[in-house]
């Protein structure tokens, strides 16, 4: 290698972005949504600085079901890169504490989460053991476990974007959406409007001053204010982390919580029948998703209260 290769390697590799996306593609294969995701970058940069990294030699490029990934090019681990990859991987071992690279790891192991959850493929540990498994998904799960529920008016409380929202909106009679951006709530409706969905009121707010009058729906996902008697309360959360990450760039207030949290804020609520459980984890991703749920308890008619006193 000249001068002048030198060089032009050397402004390659001294681009943080650049080293990232290497750091992240020496682990698994991905596509431009995901590699944008993870490294918090505009779509156009991650793809610029693929492009630059696959000119050199360093990514290759795979279609795949109709879909584009990168990958590490084998000739990065072949003699003549050896070296070089070798160092770098010595430097990616330094810098795992570094609160950036700490926060790609997370969001990669996010990614690799939502792939296993959407049952593109089941089964074995190998890609090529892989078993495929035709159908199945949470999504199909959750439409047909809704048929089994009555009618019911639900509240979807922090509903983001609305996806859950709109699952929610197929088995329910009417759905109260409620988030604090007004940004996020237009996509949500954008969503909703596509997906031709007329029975989701979708409302800006914040969580602990609802817009919604005391006992109007059965099932909410975080207030037993709202919540008639006998209905129920369900609380999707994370469990406590350190991912400090998530409030700059999710706008997340906590860092999850504690199972002992959890249970106390459904005792203090008043709910009853309390459950706490694990409902989504996966070895290395440092996020663990709780569920707890609480029932309100059923109030005595004036009428009965007379009754009992006489």
Partial sequence: MDVRQASALYRLLGDEARLRLLRVLGRERLNVTELTGILGLAQSGVSRHLGLLKEAGFVVEERDAGYTYYRLSPAMTEDAQQPLWAALQEQFGRALEDPSVRADEARLQEVLRLRKENFDTHGADTREARQLVPGRSWAAWSRALGLL??????????????????????????????????????????????????????????????????????????????????GRVLILDLRQHQQEWVRSKLGDRSLGFREAQLKRMLTAAGLRDTRIGVGSRKSGDPFTVLVAAGTKPRTIPPSRKRDSQA
Avoid at 162 to 181: C, F, H, K, P, Q
Avoid at 207 to 220: C, G, M, N, Q, R
């Fill in 149 to 230: 529920l009555p009618p019911l008016r639900v509240a979807d409380l922090g509903c983001g974007e609305g996806y859950l929202t709109i699952e929610a909106s197929r088995w329910a009679t009417r759905v109260i959406a409620v988030d604090r951006s007004e940004a996020v709530l237009e996509r949500a409706r954008a969503l909703g409007r596509r997906r031709r969905v007329s029975n989701v009121l979708w409302k800006r707010g914040e969580l602990e001053k609802l817009p919604i009058k005391d006992e109007t729906v059965h099932a909410v996902a975080e207030a037993a204010r709202i919540t008639v008697p006998g």
